[in-house]
T-cell receptor, first 117, second 113 residues
Framework: DTGVSQNPRHKITKRGQNVTFRCDPI?????LYWYRQTLGQGPEFLTY????????KSRLLSDRFSAERPKGSFSTLEIQRTEQGDSAMYLC???????????????FGSGTRLTVV | TQLLEQSPQFLSIQEGENLTVYCNSS?????LQWYRQEPGEGPVLLVT?????EVKKLKRLTFQFGDARKDSSLHITAAQPGDTGLYLC?????????????FGRGTSLIVHP
């Protein structure tokens, strides 16, 4: 297993366009997280899946954002009608933790850098 | 939202110096993790601490979890240029039946040769 894989690594899009990012977690990890990170800030939580179920969404995840994990394996994050404020690094992380266990660490992908022009 | 405050925000030192960075919160965390992030990459997990008062060592890095599980510190001995990066702490906060890692803003460390 090569770890958490994110594609694309970089995306430049015009304001108003839709974009979709993909995350392939470590195969045996049942938890998958999406984070957003802007310059000078730590990662901000967006949403989280346990297998195929989306269990938690941040208030940061506006109606223009949607995430899916249809078969409990890879996940996609779509942003509709992108705005310049959406420019950020979008990070995906996975974890093998069972529900209720906080002692496991998280393996992050390299992220997708989105630039909205 | 349970906030994690990290200090200092920036640190620029010479190779061979020692340093300590801090992670503080008014909330209790069930566990706390430290990550290192290099530009253009995702954070890489360094350590997880779970028990109040716990001390873990990773080569020249020493991590401590406060007795009350509200704060943590990372001490680096004899820093090297390879230690340069953004050091992030993340606390596991219980929300909606799950533990969601909440990150601080990070400490940006530069070690000059």
């Amino acid at each position: 297993d090569t770890g958490v894989s994110q594609n694309p690594r970089h995306k430049i899009t015009k304001r108003g366009q839709n974009v979709t990012f993909r995350c392939d977690p470590i195969s045996e990890h049942n938890r998958l997280y999406w984070y957003r990170q802007t310059l000078g800030q730590g990662p901000e939580f967006l949403t989280y899946f346990q297998n195929e179920a989306q269990l938690e969404k941040s208030r940061l995840l506006s109606d223009r954002f949607s995430a899916e994990r249809p078969k409990g394996s890879f996940s996609t994050l779509e942003i509709q009608r992108t705005e310049q404020g959406d420019s950020a690094m979008y990070l995906c992380a996975s974890s093998p933790a069972a529900r209720g266990d906080s002692s496991y660490g998280y393996t992050f992908g390299s992220g997708t850098r989105l630039t909205v022009v | 939202t349970q906030l994690l405050e990290q200090s200092p925000q920036f640190l620029s030192i010479q190779e061979g110096e020692n340093l300590t960075v801090y992670c503080n919160s008014s909330s209790v965390f069930s566990s706390l993790q430290w990550y290192r992030q290099e530009p253009g990459e995702g954070p890489v997990l360094l350590v997880t601490v779970v028990t109040g008062g716990e001390v873990k060592k990773l080569k020249r890095l020493t991590f401590q979890f406060g007795d009350a599980r509200k704060d943590s510190s990372l001490h680096i001995t004899a820093a090297q240029p390879g230690d340069t990066g953004l050091y992030l702490c993340a606390g596991a906060a219980y929300s909606g039946g799950s533990y969601i890692p909440t990150f601080g803003r990070g400490t940006s460390l530069i070690v000059h040769p």
